[in-house]
């Protein structure tokens, strides 16, 4: 489930970016800047979490920046995101599942997860920033990217629409 979760999670953020790339930057210049605070945020906080799941420092001492970086850089670091979890689960053992993660939030406030919780919340996070800029690209007038799990598991594997 995990693997399928964060294959998910990728195929999500490519739909989401593809649909961004597809307005003209022009036209709604104010859901792009949207967007990328919102990306911006879900990918610092995948990149804390990683450096967590790491016992590494943070690697940022806030969960965004005053100026976000452009949708193309976003981008390569969510697919270099994406690719470390997707390789961080391959052969996880069910016991580092259970491990009890210590961390400090940016906040300075202590905080402690098990591995499979934080895996569990950067999923779940993604998808709340996906569906705020979806909402946004649906305001513009364009068609949000439908990304749903159940739709995302259909066209991956088409043969469960057989009876």
Not at 87 to 110: A, M, N
Not at 111 to 124: P, Q, V
């Amino acid at each position: 489930m995990l693997k399928n979760a964060f294959d998910y999670k990728e195929w999500s953020d490519k739909r989401l970016l593809t649909a961004l790339s597809d307005i003209p930057a022009a036209r709604s210049q104010e859901v792009i800047h949207f967007a990328q605070q919102q990306l911006n945020h879900m990918v610092i906080v995948e990149e804390i979490f990683r450096a967590h799941l790491q016992d590494l420092p943070s690697p940022h001492q806030s969960t965004n920046t005053l100026k976000p970086p452009s949708l193309p850089e976003l981008a390569v670091r969510l697919a270099r995101s994406n690719r470390w979890f997707q390789e961080f689960i391959f052969d996880i053992s069910d016991e580092h599942l259970q491990k009890t993660v210590l961390f400090d939030f940016t906040d300075g406030q202590p905080g402690c997860m098990s591995t499979m919780e934080i895996l569990f919340h950067i999923i779940n996070h993604g998808t709340y920033h996906r569906s705020a800029i979806a909402h946004q690209i649906q305001h513009t007038g364009y068609i949000r990217p439908a990304d749903t799990f159940s739709m995302y598991i259909h066209q991956v594997e088409p043969n469960r629409r057989a009876r």
